[in-house]
């Protein structure tokens, strides 16, 4: 992956690639807190825009409150404007867009009290977060040996960059076992979601996902139930076990980055056909139709980085 971009937005002001940097004493650095968000737009007919951006700004500003940050700097107005005028300042269409909020001065107390908070918003293009063929081939999936987080050690509803490093412990040690994606298990022993990605099953027909205590409430995985029930399937959130995933027709996870991929093997196990199931996939095409603007009901989860008269003159 490249990170090409030309400016950062920081702090107000679009900042050239090269000069975008934080000072080694950040304590955000230091101790992980920092707040992120994970966004992606896409070319539609009536121009680029970002999906369910509001909804996105909303978690990032509920991921500071959970770490208790009391006043941020930004306003949901602000941030959501700064989110769309980084990507015009780019040239950017279909891109992935980071918000980064964190503390600048203060927090070596182990404390948010007294901090000043500082924040950042860049853009990239990024395909294919698991890869060219997953779309229809699937990936393969291990059960980590890592838990998710209990919802009392880490805040599992926040985007907070130190709750990562359970992701990253998890995905590495997938990743040098020779899997792409691992599945975490809560600390009760139950399924709770992927590294970046929230879980579903298939089973006779019936789409089954974690319920929300250990998991982000992944927005991809609102629409994807939104979507599921507008295509007349049942979706019921109820705890899952291991061994329900490997007799399962089909598993698939989502994820503002890896989108709606299939798991066609778990723990060595064939999931399915082992390729992208019948629910996986028409999941795929509701979900491509509705971010690329190609079904008029999702329009409100569409957020047009250019106003739409600016798109028709354009044009
Ligand atoms: C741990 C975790 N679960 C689930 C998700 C999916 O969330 P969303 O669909 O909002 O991208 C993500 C990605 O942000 C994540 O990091």
């Not at 294919?128 to 890592?146: M, P, T």
């Not at 995933?245 to 989502?254: A, G, P, R, T």
Request: with cysteine; proline share 3%; charged share 20%.
């Amino acid at each position: 992956m490249a990170f090409e971009c030309d400016y950062i937005w920081m702090n107000g002001e679009f900042v050239p690639f090269a000069e975008a940097k934080v000072h080694f004493l950040t304590s955000s650095l230091h101790y992980g807190t920092s707040l992120f968000e994970g966004i992606r737009s896409y070319s539609t007919p009536e121009g680029p825009a970002v999906f369910r951006l509001k909804d996105h700004i909303n978690r990032l500003i509920k991921s500071a409150h959970i770490l208790g940050i009391q006043d941020l700097p930004y306003s949901f107005e602000e941030m959501y404007e700064a989110a769309l005028e980084i990507t015009r300042k780019n040239n950017m269409e279909e891109c992935y867009i980071r918000p980064l909020i964190y503390i600048s001065v203060g927090g070596w107390n182990l404390s948010v009290e007294g901090v000043t908070i500082n924040m950042g918003i860049a853009c990239w293009k990024w395909n294919n977060y698991l890869g060219e063929a997953a779309l229809i081939n699937g990936v393969r999936a291990n059960v980590s040996s890592f838990a998710r987080h209990h919802a009392n050690i880490m805040m599992t509803k926040g985007k907070v960059a130190g709750n990562y490093v359970n992701s990253v412990l998890a995905k590495t040690e997938s990743m040098r076992l020779g899997f792409d994606e691992a599945i975490m298990l809560d600390s009760q022993g139950n399924v709770s979601e992927c590294t970046g990605e929230n879980l579903f099953t298939v089973r006779n027909g019936v789409i089954y996902t974690p319920p929300r205590n250990s998991v982000l409430e992944g927005i991809t995985r609102e629409s994807i139930i939104c979507l599921a029930k507008d295509l007349g399937y049942e979706v019921v959130e109820e705890t899952i076990t291991r061994d329900q995933l490997y007799i399962s027709d089909e598993v698939f996870v989502s994820g503002t980055a890896a989108e709606v991929i299939a798991l066609s093997q778990i723990d060595f196990r064939q999931i399915g056909t082992g390729k992208t199931g019948p629910v996986c996939a028409s999941l795929q095409a509701a979900y491509s139709d509705a971010i690329h603007g190609r079904n008029s009901k999702y329009e409100h989860w569409l957020d047009y980085i250019y106003q739409k008269e600016e798109n028709s003159l354009a044009s």
